[in-house]
Structures are given as C-alpha cells and as structure tokens.
C-alpha cells in the first residue's frame, strides 16, 4: 500500500458527511481504493465470483501503478490484473463511457490472461481465467441484464468446453434487474456503492458490510490526498471530453438518420412522379390513338360524300 496523505486524520466512516468529491465510480479512485485495500478488493471479487471469504486466501495485484503519479500512455487503461490463490487469473476494469468496443476489447484481456502458461508447462496446468467489466452503460440494449456470465458453449446442446474462459459484465445501470443470487452476495449493494455521491448514502449502502465499510474508509482517505484526486480530475476531464464527443457524435448521426429519411421521402416522391409521367404518356398515347383513329373515320365519311 501506498502512504497516503491525510491517513491519520481518518476517524471513522461514521463521521464523514457531504458530497463524495471522487467516488468509486471514478475509474482513477477505483483503481487506486482496489489497490490499497486487499480486504475491500476480496470482499468484492467474493460478490462477483459468488465466493465465501474463507475461498479467498489471497489476492496479488500483478500491474500496481504509482498512486497519484500522473497517468501515462502506458497505464491510461486502467484494467487491474490479478493474480487469486496463486491459480486464478483475473482481469478488472470500470468502465464508465461506452466506446463501442467492450466485447472486442474483454475478448483481448481475457486472451492475454489465458495466455498464462511457462515454458514447460503442460496446457491442463494453465490457470483459469476471468475479465470482468464493472460498467455505467448497457452493453447489448436488446438484451438488458444486471450481471452477466459469458463461457464458451457448444451452441446445439450448450454444453460448456471449459470453465477456465470466463468472461462477466456488472451493469451498473441495471441494478433493478438484480436476482437474489445478485442480493445473497450484495452485488447489488456493491453496484449502488459505486454510484453513492454522499457519504450519507455511502454509509446506509455498507452498513454490516465490513468490506464495503473499508472501502470506505480507504475513499475518505484517498479522496484526501491531493496527488490521487488530481489524477481523479484529470479522468473526469477525460470523461467529460469523451462524453461531449459521444453527444457530438450522437448529433451528427441523428443528422444522418434526417438527412437519410429525407432522401428516401424525396426517392419515394421522385417514384410516384416516374409512376405519374408514365401514365400521363400512356393516356397521351391513348388520346393520340383514338385522335388518329376518329380523323381516319372522318376522312372516310368525307370519301364517301
């Protein structure tokens, strides 16, 4: 863990109060509060793996970074890599804007945590692998779900090839879908705690959680520390970029749908206009037929005279 400005000024949770200036949902606060904390980071693989603590009997963070060092090209992804019991490979990433590209980007991280094997080592030893994506934005809109689970299946009978390949996504924005699997192992609780913008609210979510109580703790501590919340803001900036981008964009397509809906209504005017001057030359045919027709008649009566 790193020292932490302001740590001995910590009282206890019950005492703070106010708006939480950089909660959890905060992807910069998130990494930093799962590094320090080993408890609250346990606590938190135990809701999302479905574990008692007793199966846990340690977590290794194997890509730490310099709490509160400014972020480079190299750490701007902010996945943390994991290392469970010794034989479980975990990757974890918040992920607050949508980017349109989390099934190929957790396939990529899941892929590179399988790929775990020593040289020498037999391919039944590799370790089991999970990607697990805790994000504010619904990855497939035609198919909300609060928490899923994602394995290789064979897709006739759906039996699973392996259980080493594991892929799970936390929808915070679904927490109303939540099952009582979800509820039995507070994932619900640990999904509205990454978006308690108080401490009050904070405090009521982890009352009897001991894990969430020193996450806590460890945000009050880190939100006091003027390194971490400056690498704090500089994530919401990016945030606040991104999200301007993505309303730009928004506004762009909506144009496009516009524009494109117009040129169909224009294409379709353009074809009942075809259709028109199509039966106006077939009329005009017909009249210039029955007109040559009744002067050949008149010219005949007129021989006949």
Known sequence: MNDLKNSDSVSGLASFTGAID???MNDYMFRSVMQSNENVLK???CSL????????????VLNPIELGKKISAKDFLLDIKILMNNNTAINLEMQVNNKYDWPERSLVYLSRLFDNLNTGEFYKTVKPAFQIGILNFTLFPEHPEFFSTYKMLNIKNYHKYS???TIHVLDL??????????????LDKWARLFSALTWEDFKMISMGNESMQAAGETLFTLN?????RDQCEAREDYRRTWGGMEQRLA???????????????LASSNVELSSSNMELKSLNKKKDSIIASLEAQIAELQKQV
């Open 22 to 24: 950089y909660p959890l």
């Open 43 to 45: 606590g938190l693989l």
């Open 49 to 60: 793996l479905r574990l008692n603590p007793d199966d846990i009997q340690s977590v290794q």
């Open 163 to 165: 259980d080493k390949f």
């Open 173 to 186: 924005t679904q927490v109303h879908l939540a099952d009582s699997d979800d509820k039995d192992y507070d």
């Open 224 to 228: 006091g520390d003027d390194r971490i």
């Open 251 to 265: 506004e762009k397509e909506m144009k496009i749908e516009e524009l494109t809906s117009s040129n169909i209504e």
